[in-house]
């Protein structure tokens, strides 16, 4: 699933739905300008149990940091919320937890989102 005309802005936020598949061991939703510029890269886990993020530029992967609170489960559905804020991004996951990740490029658009891996998605709304 890849959108390269997308138009998120500093104070949107993105609600993806979708069934997370009974054979992967994860899944990621990428955010960014292209697939080797992303501003934020969520990525859970299911063979390490944790929720990885990190950002990527120019196709080079940078410091990733590490949630151990992974409320997904394989098979179920699930809702995802997105928030681009200024200096970071804000995930809710479906259980109230929050992942916060460093605005690190200090995009104020994001133009490309894509979703791989072992997520399928339902709905999505900007």
């Known amino acids: 699933f890849e959108i390269f ?3 998120m802005k500093t104070g949107d936020t993105l609600k993806i739905k979708g069934k997370i598949s009974d054979d992967f061991d994860g899944f990621s939703i990428n955010l960014g300008s292209s697939s080797s510029d992303l501003a934020f890269h969520f990525n859970p886990r299911f063979n390490e149990s944790v ?3 990190n950002s ?4 080079a992967w940078q410091s990733e940091t590490r949630d151990d609170h992974l409320c997904f489960s394989k098979g179920s559905s699930t809702k995802i919320i997105i928030e681009m ?3 970071k991004f804000q995930v809710k996951l479906p259980d109230g937890h929050e992942v916060e990740f460093p605005n690190r490029h200090s ?8 979703v791989k891996g072992g997520f399928r998605v ?4 900007l």
């Open 56 to 59: 990527r530029c120019s196709n």
């Open 51 to 53: 929720i990885v993020c």
């Open 5 to 7: 005309n997308l138009d």
């Open 122 to 125: 339902t709905s999505f709304k």
């Open 85 to 87: 804020l200024e200096d």
């Open 107 to 114: 995009y104020d658009k994001i133009r490309y989102m894509s």
